[in-house]
Structure formats: structure tokens, C-alpha cells
């Protein structure tokens, strides 16, 4: 067995313990998973699971010589994070054709920031439960995918709603409740509204839309409540069906967290945002 299949045994692994928690009514790995992947956005879902079930305390990652280039050293005899990377081959073609490119995976080995020594890294700006600018980034971020976003009282108990293409919030949340509700909703936007939406049964929405809220929100810093751990029922050990949902938290989340996570003078004008009674 290769390296690479070890790796994808192990992610395997890995969502069948998970799914045996949440049917045991545990959710404590499912909040680490989340966290970990705001704090590993741009990676896989797989890796980061292969990430959580190997270093759980990981903050950064990277590889051997990356972290040299940053002016750090892997210390001796500190073992590494395997993940699984493509690469692109080339596959014999026809004479006088161009030839394929075919995409496989390798593992290959990170290490954390821990695991290192050597010159000190920039740290990132501690949010200290305020979202600050990213607040206006999010609300940037939907109106610019044609979403129209309204502030309005009249919409019963609910904190914020998503009527496809039309996100109501209350005008009263706070800063840190509005950018919570606010990614909630917009993930039933992305995920649960338009021609090739996969909006599946209401438990399942609603977990994908709080799952990615808790990740975005994590992911910039804020603390979130328990309202994503009410959420998590039972899945009754169907690991393959949780590895789809928590797949596709970690591609929406990830999508929006590079667009909250910006450099500050690249911040955008204040976003249209309509109040109504």
C-alpha cells in the first residue's frame, strides 16, 4: 500500500469515528473538524481531516523547505503530517499529438509551526469578538453575487431569512450576530437556492448553513455559541453521507473566507444594504 492510499484509509477512518460520535450524540470532534478548517480554509477536506486526526493542535502548516524559506528549520526527529497533494503527469499520446495531462495525488509531508525554530512569524490580528471590516467585506461579497440584502422586522422570530436571491435580517443584531446570520443565510444561498442546488431535507440544511457559519465565523476569529452543536443530530453511522455534507461546508466555507480575508487597503466601498420596517 502507498503512502497516498494510507492517507486516504486513514481520512476513511476518520469520518467513520466521527460518524459513530454524532450517533453516540458526541459532537466534540465535529466542532474541532469545523475549527480546523477555518484555520485551514484552503485545504481539502480530506486533508483536513488527515490534518485533525494526526496533529490536532495544528495553527500552520507547511513543508520542510517552505519553512526554510521563512527563515525557520523543522527540528530533528519531528515527525511529519502526511496529506495528500496532486500533481500533474504526462501520459504518452500519438505521435505528433500533444501529451495528456493526467491528474493524480501523492502524499506528501507538512509540518506545523510548532514543530520549527527560528525567526518569529507575523501573527494574525486578533479580533478580540468584534468582526470589524470583515463585516463589510461579507456584506460586499453578497450583494456582489446579486443578493439583495434588507434589513427588516417583519420576518416572525427568525434572526435572518433566504428567499433565494433575497437575504432579510434584523437590524437590531449585533455586530458579531449579524455576521453570523449573515453567513448562514448566504450559505442556504449558495447551497440550498438555484438551478443545480442540492437542498436535500431540513436538518441537513439547516447543519450546512450553521456548520459554515461556525467555520467562517472561527475562521476570522470571533467566538461562536452553541448554536451549531444544537443543530447536530444523529446521522445513524452514515459516514458517506456526513463526508458529502462536511465536504461541501468546506468548499462554501473556503469561498467565503477568501473573500472576507482580504488585506485592509483593499477593503471595499460600503455595500448597498436596504432597511425597511
Keep these: 500500500m502507498t503512502k497516498a492510499q494510507e492517507a486516504r484509509q486513514h481520512i476513511d477512518q476518520a469520518i467513520e469515528r466521527l460518524a459513530a460520535e454524532l450517533n453516540a450524540g458526541r459532537s466534540e470532534t465535529l466542532r474541532a473538524f469545523l475549527e480546523m478548517v477555518g484555520k485551514f480554509h484552503r ?113 416572525g422570530q427568525a434572526a435572518g431569512i433566504s428567499m433565494g436571491g433575497h437575504i432579510c435580517i434584523r437590524p437590531e443584531l449585533t455586530p458579531p450576530e449579524r455576521f453570523s446570520v449573515l453567513v448562514h443565510e448566504l450559505a442556504h444561498e449558495m447551497l440550498h437556492h438555484g438551478e443545480h442546488a442540492e437542498r436535500g431535507d431540513k436538518q441537513t440544511r439547516e447543519l450546512e448553513a450553521e456548520a459554515v457559519a461556525y467555520v ?28 458529502a455534507v462536511l465536504d461541501r461546508v468546506q468548499k462554501t466555507a473556503a469561498r467565503i473566507l477568501d473573500a472576507v480575508l482580504i488585506p485592509t487597503d483593499e477593503q471595499p466601498a460600503e455595500p448597498e444594504v436596504v432597511a425597511n420596517a
Aim: aromatic share 6%; proline share 6%; with cysteine.
Design 43 to 155: 485545504y481539502s477536506f480530506g486533508n483536513v481531516m488527515l490534518i485533525l486526526s494526526q496533529r490536532p493542535d495544528a495553527t500552520r502548516v507547511a513543508g520542510y523547505r517552505t519553512w526554510q524559506g521563512l527563515g525557520r528549520q523543522v527540528r530533528k526527529g519531528e515527525k511529519g503530517i502526511t496529506i495528500i497533494a496532486p500533481m500533474m503527469l504526462k501520459q504518452d499520446a500519438e505521435p505528433g499529438q500533444d501529451p495528456e495531462r493526467v491528474l493524480r495525488f501523492k502524499a506528501a509531508t507538512v509540518f506545523d509551526v510548532s514543530q520549527t525554530d527560528g525567526e518569529e512569524l507575523p501573527k494574525p490580528a486578533q479580533m478580540q469578538g468584534t468582526p470589524k471590516e470583515h463585516l463589510q467585506r461579507l456584506e460586499r461579497f453578497i450583494v456582489d453575487q446579486g443578493i439583495v440584502l434588507e434589513l427588516r422586522m417583519d420576518i
Design 216 to 243: 467562517v465565523s472561527t475562521g476570522i476569529g470571533l467566538e461562536p455559541g452553541t448554536a451549531c452543536s444544537d443543530y447536530i443530530q444523529s446521522y445513524g453511522g452514515d459516514a458517506e453521507k456526513l463526508a
